[in-house]
């Protein structure tokens, strides 16, 4: 985990900057995930209702808007070099929890068992280094400060206009803050879409609901304009318990005690870690009547319109929350809206009762299940 000091500040304050930068939450962004949107509703028309898995499908659009934000493209699905990169983020997501002893005994990596997980982790690595590695060539080739495309112009600007003096930005950091991007910028949104449609084939009520809406407000000629999620309540309370009753990141991230201090009469010092349980808030029946229940209007008030308790906090707390909630919110509104104007969503008949548990890593994953795509239209 970075220490919270200077670096760390100034890694954030650019993260922040960069993505401003390259228009997250504006038009310019928009226009990137509905196109997006558009691959994906083909992707499911081509279903043509038949039972299939959705994970892989959501998780190639996911990425490709993150592509199109790092590196200024998009790939079709069948790259062997994009399949390898999709394959390595899910690899690096699954060794996370039994990876996860290293990194507070640094040490185990030469204990076996671990030590098999560590040289895997680092090929994996050093793999992904070259593919950014590539990119980060072809756009010094072409590099024009008065027109930054993606997020790698934005730190060789940076690079550039430092010009020698103190930064944090190298190319080796370069292909670090890529890699961060897609990391956690696709598998996340992936899977709380996942979860989404599940939940919503396994609520066909609440799904009605949500199309009705959409079908009132924006009718199904063009995907809802992210402005105008505040006229979607219900709509907006779906995604937001869809977020809630399966956390996606349960632990969060590490944060870190910044000085000594007691909690319950317990002493903590400083530079402890500290893991937020967010599974634990987000169930807890204190303030969340039946947890286990999917229930979108726990998040409107009387009025119909959106409230968020205080107890939701899906993209973590303080100074580490997470880095792209802004895009990861138009990101799930945008997709989630344009599959349900399209299709309705259902369980293959006589398929069996689906696992809502999941799989842990680093996130909680659907397992893997059918669902059936019903063209609205025919």
């Known amino acids: 985990m970075a220490k919270y000091g200077n670096k760390w500040k100034s ?82 997501f699954q060794l996370f929890l039994d990876a996860q002893p290293l990194n507070f005994y640094p040490a185990l990596r030469h204990v076996p068992g671990f030590r098999g997980m560590f040289r895997e982790w680092m090929k994996m690595y050093h793999k992904s280094g070259q593919w950014y590695g590539k990119f980060i060539e072809e756009h010094k080739e072409t590099f024009d400060p008065s027109n930054i495309r993606d997020l790698i112009d ?39 879409l996942s979860w989404a449609l599940l939940y919503l084939a396994l609520n066909p009520a609440w799904q009605r609901k949500v199309q009705e809406e959409l079908d009132t407000v924006v009718g199904s000629n063009e995907i809802p304009p992210y402005s105008r999620r505040e006229e979607l309540p219900f709509t907006e309370a779906t995604i937001l318990e869809s977020q809630r009753i399966r956390t996606t990141v349960p632990l969060s991230v590490p944060h870190c005690t910044s000085s000594p201090t007691s909690l319950q009469g317990y002493d903590i010092p400083a530079r402890t870690q500290v893991w937020v349980n ?19 209007s726990r998040f409107l008030d009387d009025n119909g319109r959106v409230k968020v308790p205080e107890a939701f906090m899906p993209f973590s707390t303080g100074r580490r929350i997470c880095l792209g909630e802004q895009l990861a919110k138009m990101e799930l509104f945008l997709f989630l809206t344009s599959l349900l104007q399209q299709f309705n969503f259902k369980l293959p008949e006589g398929a069996p009762e689906p696992d809502l548990a999941g799989e842990i890593g680093a996130t909680l994953l659907p397992r893997p299940y059918n669902i059936q795509a019903i063209s609205r239209k025919k």
Not at 165 to 186: C, K, L
């Open 11 to 92: 890694f954030r304050r650019f993260g922040l900057s960069a993505l401003r930068h390259l228009g997250v939450g504006k038009e310019k962004l928009e226009s990137i995930i509905r196109h997006e949107c558009m691959v994906l509703v083909k992707c499911f028309e081509d279903k043509d209702g038949r039972p299939f898995q959705v994970s892989r499908i959501i998780q190639i659009a996911v990425c490709n808007v993150i592509a199109s934000i790092v590196l200024g493209r998009r790939f079709e699905p069948d790259d062997p070099d994009f399949k390898e990169e999709i394959e390595r983020v899910d690899r690096t």
């Open 154 to 192: 934005v730190c060789l600007l940076e690079i550039e206009q430092k010009n020698g003096s103190e930064t944090f930005v190298t190319e080796v950091t370069i292909r670090h803050i890529a890699s961060e991007f897609f990391d956690a910028g696709t598998e996340t949104t992936a899977t709380t």
């Open 278 to 296: 967010l599974w634990s808030v987000h169930m807890d029946p204190a303030y969340w009547s039946h947890p286990d229940t999917f229930d979108p």
